[in-house]
């Protein structure tokens, strides 16, 4: 069984496109996040969400914009593509009442701008 | 702003040598993660350490932490082949549950030659 899962795992699109990328766990977890992984391998938070209310929002472009519709979902959907978004995202959740549990990662969906 | 630094960033290492991966952050948290990375895949948790002096193994890694000199180092003995793979360092910061975030190091790509 997956616990953190991702669709799609790969999306290629043109620039100015809008696209979404899904995120469900089946941990039961009540806060998810939002990464991003650049070519070079840097692992950046874009945001967090703590039963569907939004907490972190990393200064990220407003194009970007997460939804929670429950505690087990997370959705991104980006507007108006750009080159500088291709990267590769990675949805995670933990327990965020447990204190300083581990997160766990999704296998990321890779996303090419063209 | 935190900061988290990982050395070296590339390693090349023959099976069966012993070396040391060593992350450096900029603030007194406790909370330090390592993470492994296959390539093309997701990140997988490999240690959880939330105190001074904590020190845990897994096989051929062992990772520690002292909190005093905010250092991290994950050491690696007898290599083989199977561990390479790359390995990022992340920090924990953050009180309540969904504000908890982990800033990762840049990560460390090992590779273990025959």
């Known amino acids: 069984d997956t616990a953190v899962s991702q669709t799609p795992k790969y999306l290629v699109t043109q620039m100015g496109n809008d696209k979404s990328i899904k995120c469900e766990q089946n941990?039961?977890?009540?806060?998810m996040y939002w990464y991003k992984q650049d070519s070079k391998k840097f692992l950046k938070i874009m945001f967090s969400y703590n039963n569907k209310e939004l907490i972190i929002n990393e200064t990220v472009p407003n194009r970007f914009s997460p939804k929670s519709p429950d505690k087990a979902h997370l959705n991104l959907h980006i507007n108006s593509l750009e080159l500088g978004d291709s990267a590769v995202y990675f949805c995670?959740?933990?327990?965020?009442?447990?204190?300083?549990?581990?997160?766990?990662f999704g296998p990321g969906t890779r996303l090419t701008v063209l | 702003e935190l900061k988290v630094e990982q050395n070296p960033l590339f390693l090349s290492m023959q099976e069966g040598k012993n070396y040391t991966i060593y992350c450096n952050y900029s603030t007194t948290s406790d909370r330090l993660y390592w993470y492994r990375q296959d390539p093309g895949k997701s990140l997988e948790s490999l240690f959880v350490l939330l105190s001074n002096g904590a020190v845990k193994q897994e096989g051929r890694l062992m990772a520690s932490l002292d909190t005093k000199a905010r250092l991290s180092t994950l050491h690696i003995t007898a290599a083989v082949h199977d561990l390479s793979a790359t390995y990022f360092c992340a920090v924990g910061e953050g009180s309540g549950a969904g504000s908890y975030q982990l800033t990762f190091g840049k990560g460390t790509k090992l590779s273990v030659i025959p």
């Open positions: 941990l039961g977890h009540d806060t």
């Open positions: 995670a959740s933990r327990m965020g009442l447990a204190g300083v549990s581990e997160q766990f």
